[in-house]
């Protein structure tokens, strides 16, 4: 432990107030060892060179065939300034885009520029996670790390199996069983990464991956990883990059482990301490309602981040009775199907930060919010989904201005998951089912259905 690490740019810090514990970036670890809660990254801005305003960043687009500042998180590298650039990884991540979509906008009865899609799909791995595991792999190789592992309903397993095969890096990833989707499936296996199913859902893989991670010395990349976190930062500086360096109304992003919409709520809270933006955009998290903790805890039970004194009791409790119930958590959206969020605290802090809302929505209506996307936008994964189908509601309630701007984060790639697509479009499932239709081998015959 560091008393003062006011002479390096970046050090961890205990999220718990009564502890805030710091330490140096070159020790590895996930959680705080005085107290066992979270860790931030955090950073002496004083000894950071920023570019003054965030347009700066932009004129990156200019140099990018300098590898880092062609990649959509390193063009950023001073916001998350925690390795030097020898050990920053990158397979060209975030180059993905904000598409203004006035089709679904008017579907869905909001003024028709109003509606931003934010689609993190086109990452190297089809997902949001290369934005965080290009931080977290880069911090591996600064430690030297020799192999690594985490616990994934899929798509974290994809982009770690990518990452550190770039790396070097022996991987070993844990998926629980009959619970993922193919496409993500198929990733890790293909990229090489030792895959171990355990008998168990999502929340049994974790943690076991972390008792793993402990006994074995793996570096351990799932959002615990405070450096995977600053990676996902970057999501919410490519949106207000795309809108001319201005920041929306609302932010909307589905909610499975939580690690996303904490680091949202991190980048926020320092671009407006760093007074590179003047206001911060509300954040809505989204739960599918088959695992929907955050939501329940926070709307039901009244938890909140209360300056860091959380009240663990009711988290306590909440989990014991899961576990009275046998409880798991099931929702075809598979990238959120966990009820033990890992990040639950950080994410109230984002919460606190954003003035935040939580909800929760059914899996028939992400479904047709799935098929909205893929008819009129660019298609995405059921959890990504989840986001739309809320922004429904909070149109309907009021809660969201018709003509407010709003950026859904469309978390992953529509290929991740396409059992659920065909069966949805074959099976008729939903109000945008589109299934093929089967005709003779006969030119008049083909001809008549085209017509
Ligand atoms: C991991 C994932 C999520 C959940 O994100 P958290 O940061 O764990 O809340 C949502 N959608 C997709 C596609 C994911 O891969
Ligand atoms: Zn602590």
């Known amino acids: 432990m560091t008393d003062n690490n006011s002479k390096s740019q970046a050090y961890v810090q205990c999220i718990n107030p009564a502890c805030r514990a710091q330490f140096d970036c070159m020790e590895v670890l996930y959680k705080c060892p005085k107290c066992g809660e979270l860790l931030d990254t955090l950073y002496n ?4 060179e920023l570019p003054g305003k965030l347009s700066n960043f932009g004129k990156r687009w ?17 916001l998350l300034n925690f390795c030097p650039d020898k050990n920053k990884v990158s397979v060209g991540e975030g180059q993905t885009i904000l598409e203004q ?5 008017e579907h869905l009865g909001m003024k028709p520029d109003c509606l931003h899609l934010q689609y993190e799909g086109l990452n190297p791995s089809g997902s949001f996670k290369d934005n965080g595991m290009t931080a977290a792999l880069s911090h ?3 430690v030297g790390a020799k192999s690594c592992a985490c616990a994934s309903t899929g798509n974290t397993s994809a982009s770690v199996a990518l990452y550190a095969h770039k790396c070097g890096i022996k991987c070993t990833v844990f998926i629980g069983t009959g619970r993922i989707a193919f496409g993500k499936l198929s990733q890790a296996m293909d990229y ?4 171990i199913q355990i008998h ?3 929340d049994d893989c974790m943690k076991q991956v972390q008792d793993v991670c402990n006994e074995l010395g793996l570096y351990l990349l799932n959002s615990l990883n405070p450096y995977r976190l600053e990676g996902q930062k970057t999501i919410m500086f490519r949106i207000i990059e795309a809108l001319g360096w201005q920041v929306p109304d609302w932010i909307l992003v589905p909610g499975g482990n939580l690690g996303n919409s904490s680091s949202f709520g991190k980048a926020f809270y320092e671009l407006k301490e760093l007074g590179l933006i003047d206001r911060i955009p509300r954040l809505v998290i989204i739960n599918s309602t088959g695992a929907d903790t955050l939501n329940d805890l926070v709307n039901n039970k009244g938890l909140k981040w209360n300056d860091g004194n959380v009240d663990q009791k009711i988290i306590d409790d909440y989990y014991a009775d899961l576990t009275a119930k046998n409880f798991s958590p099931h929702t075809i959206a598979s990238a959120i199907e966990i009820s033990r969020p890992v990040n639950l605290k950080k994410c109230l802090r984002a919460i606190d930060v ?27 994964e059921p959890a990504s989904a989840a986001t739309v189908a809320g922004l429904r509601h909070l149109l309907a309630d009021g809660t969201i201005d018709k003509d407010a701007r709003v950026a859904c984060v469309l978390t992953g790639h529509v290929l991740k998951d396409p059992n659920l697509t065909v069966n949805y479009h074959k099976d008729l499932e939903g109000q945008f089912s589109n299934p093929p239709v089967e005709v003779a081998n006969d030119l008049q015959e083909i001809i008549k259905l085209i017509k």
């Open 62 to 78: 200019a140099t990018r065939d300098n590898r880092l500042d062609f990649s959509g998180v390193w063009r950023f590298r001073e």
């Open 101 to 105: 979509n006035c089709a679904i906008a």
């Open 140 to 142: 591996a190789m600064m």
């Open 200 to 202: 168990g859902d999502f």
């Open 354 to 380: 954003c003035n935040g809302l939580v909800m929760a929505v059914p899996d028939e209506e992400i479904k047709d919010a799935k098929a909205l996307i893929g008819k009129y936008g660019l298609g995405c």
């Open 192 to 195: 090489g990464a030792q895959t």
């Open 45 to 48: 801005w004083d000894k950071i």
